[in-house]
């Protein structure tokens, strides 16, 4: 049926009519006016008293009314089976799927009756066929839901009288047996459940006599305890408070409790949250141990939308006999700060910053094991800009590169780098480029920065004054402080301009000239004077703006020869071999030359020998190269594909499968250097197979000379040790192969998940009809489905091999292996379990080793994590409400690593 919509102001509008039409107080004492309208179909839209002569018989959608009494709004009802309107006593039926919208109240349930002598609208639900309850009343008020099994609402006070009402304020669901509902939307509950679960049924609740909801505030109970299955529990108090805001609220953080071996008995992670807007926040931490520790957290949020958003925090604990019989205090801080914009304009400001005091994580210990086994840091900050309408770009950062466990640091403030990009000055237009005039183009770059670091600079192998040499070449942060880590800082500025063009010879050769000019600034420069006095090289710091350029150039040809192998066969089709040769040619002067005046030739011993040295050994950017060069560089990659198609194709486009991604050969030869001029070949391999699954990758070095055995002698330690020579002679002249492999990589990777599997059960199915055998091991897997594992449970299995060869000359050879694997499974939507792990092929025994297992418990949720040996043993297991309103209602037992 379609549903009639009527204004429930139809009956005053009937009544002004007057006893035109007949429905005036004689008619009424005759008995001859209807005193209801009945059988209302919702399938037409007309009204009509039936079996009278003067009924009334008025045609309309909807009338529409506003301020008629104590109506102040249009209210627009409908029903999908009947309305019954009875004039005399004013009261209007709904039946079937009943609606009613007054202003932001909306009603629907099975039966509606609208009293408008009293305001008051009565909701119910019905019986079906089979006795069950159907169309219980949900009353809507705005944003607010209430689902009920009948109600009573009075539309002038705005007051409701509720039977078992079901209400979600934000995260919280609250039920009721009955519910007095006052004009400020203010609930009063009795009988109540308090709870995060959406179950009709839940899992877990809180449950009190009485409650009473502030929409948007809070909720507010007498005394209560918590139920889980309807089974009670000690747990409750005299009376509570639960937040349900729809915005961030300030209020007090609840710390945890516990007990660590180091620290003693612990309050922690206590504090208070300020919600200073809706665009940045604030969160004070503190922590308290009773063996006197103590520590301060405090860490921020913002977000302006479409510009930025990031959170900072900065932590600061101050520790006391972590060790038994120590008092030393330690001081530790943390700081993080993540910031990252929005929009897309011609600025960008974005940082990444982790950093803090290298003992704060072996003091800190989290249940995050990699946070604790992560040794190396990296912090940056940095700012762009784009000149629009110019080719020229800046960009400003700063660095911070830390090891936690050496205490190595690396700070590059700042950083700034402008560009330009590359410029066609010879075209003309907005037409490519066709000549190789015309493809002219140079570029420029200018890279500045200030280095400090606390690393020493290492011996240069002969006696310099003021040199000390150290154990440990790193200094500590404490020792050196900010002044001297700043008093220890190289910078520099350096300028960079390549000039290329390209043109194509003989049609598929390529050919592409190039000159680079690079400048170097820095604001000093060594000088060096050989003491006989000290019998040491005395090393001078000249503050002075001192400039050193240097220039190359080179030449490459580049092009790709194509061969493909057809076939007539069903399956392959063709095979395609695509080899890409380069060859170039660069030149480069001698910069240590004495017309340059870049290096000094310094006396470096009592018995006259001497070097060249140069005036920037050890700055930011180097020096400009020592030594001629015009070298000859070569290189050959492979690349083979085939074309196959299975049965399966319903077109006939065949499917790519590559057979070797690359297989490369390089090396060079420099044509004026004294010795050595073939440069050791370079070969690397790599290919994927199983479709992709199994990644596999190959480089080696080829060292093409001879080394020269002088002796070999062993240490105290009994270890073995050569002296050998490196000779300019090649190893195939003495009949000695093509050369020795000083280093190889050979590295293996496969990721094995369902899809795979099923990809690889349609390569065999492309293979062709099954034999006897065949289907026979089919079927007894059907009929013994138990002896199986069913590998269609989503799951994944991961690992990676990687070898290292060393060897040098006569040295022993030293491999190195590295076997890391991890993998998940989904037993089922709610159970999943994940582990990590590794071998260790010198010690012979697997790695850190890791198992999680988790949980979905609906509105709970279990999570289980396992370290079972190593110096990491430990377990955690938590299981906690997942809604942030009940964040602190959770259970916690662990055995921490850090407590063994």
Known sequence: MSKIKHVLVLMWLIAAVGSGLCFGQEQAENGSALDSLDAISAADTTISAISNPDSLSVTADSLAREEIGEIETTIEYSATDSIQMDVANQIVHLYGEAKIV??????????????????????????????????????????????????????????????????????????????????????????????????????????????????????????????????????????????????????????????????????????????????????????????????????????????????????????????????????????????????????????????????????????????????????????????????????????????????????????????????????????????????????????????????????????????EPENDTIVPVGELGLQGLWERAQNGIRHQVPVSTSMNILKFITFSPSFNYSELWYFKELHYNWIDELAAVKVDTINRFSRAYSYSASGSFNTRIYGTLNFKGEKIQAVRHVAIPSFSMSFAPDFSDEQFGYYQEVQIDSLGNTRRLSRYEGFVYGTPSAGRSATASFSLSNNLEMKVKTKKDTTDKARKVVLLDNLSFSSSYNFLADSFQLAPIRIAARTKLFNKKLNISFNSTLDPYVYQLDSIYYTSAGDRQVAQRRRDIYKWDIGEGFGQITQANLAFGMSLNPKAREKQNEREEDLGPLTAEEEMQLQFIKNNPDLYVDFNIPWDLRFNYNVNYRKSGHEAAEIIQALTFSGSITFTEKWNMSFSSGFDFENLEFTQTNFNISRDLHCWQMNFSWTPFGRYQSYYLTINAKSSLLQDLKINKQNSWFDN
């Open 102 to 467: 007054y202003g932001q109240i909306e009603l629907t349930a099975s039966e509606i009756e609208i009293n408008y002598k009293t305001n008051i609208i009565t909701a119910n639900s019905t019986l079906d066929t089979l006795g069950n309850e159907t169309g219980k009343p949900v009353f809507k008020d705005g944003d607010e839901t209430y689902e009920t099994d009948n109600m009573k609402y009075n539309f002038e006070t705005q007051k409701a009288i509720i039977d078992g009402v079901v209400t979600q304020q934000g995260e919280a669901v609250m039920q009721g047996n009955k519910v007095y509902k006052n004009q400020r939307d203010e609930l009063f509950i009795s009988q109540a459940k308090y709870t995060t679960c959406n179950m009709a049924d839940p899992h877990f609740h809180i449950e009190s006599s009485k409650l009473k909801v502030i929409p948007n505030n809070k909720v507010v109970s007498g005394p209560f305890h918590i139920k889980v299955k309807d089974i009670p529990t000690p747990i409750g108090f005299a009376f509570g408070m639960f937040p349900v805001p729809k915005q961030k609220v300030s209020g007090v953080i609840f710390p945890s409790y516990g007990e660590e071996k180091r620290r003693g008995f612990f309050l922690k992670n206590g504090g208070y949250y300020f919600a200073i807007s809706d665009y940045v926040d604030l969160t004070m931490l503190g922590e308290i141990y009773s063996k006197g520790s103590w520590g301060v957290n405090a860490k921020t949020t913002y977000n302006k939308r479409y510009a930025y958003s990031g959170n900072f925090s900065a932590k600061y604990n101050n520790q006391k006999g972590l060790n038994e019989g120590d008092s030393t205090v330690v001081n530790d801080f943390w700081v993080n700060w993540s910031h990252s914009p929005q929009s897309k304009g011609t600025t960008r400001f974005s940082a990444s910053v982790n950093a803090g005091t290298s003992s704060y994580n072996q003091n800190n210990p989290t249940v995050d094991l990699r946070n604790t086994l992560n040794q190396d840091f990296n912090s940056s900050v940095s700012f762009s800009k784009t000149f629009k309408g110019t080719p020229f770009s800046m960009n400003a950062s700063s660095r911070l590169q830390q090891n936690i466990n050496t205490g190595l640091i690396n700070l590059l403030l700042p950083e700034l780098a402008v560009n330009m990009s590359r410029i066609y000055p010879f075209k003309f237009g907005s037409t490519s480029a066709k000549n190789w005039i015309q493809k002219i183009s140079f570029s420029w770059n200018m890279n500045s920065t200030n280095r400090a670091t606390n690393n020493r600079i290492g011996a240069p192998g002969f006696p310099v004054v003021g040199y």
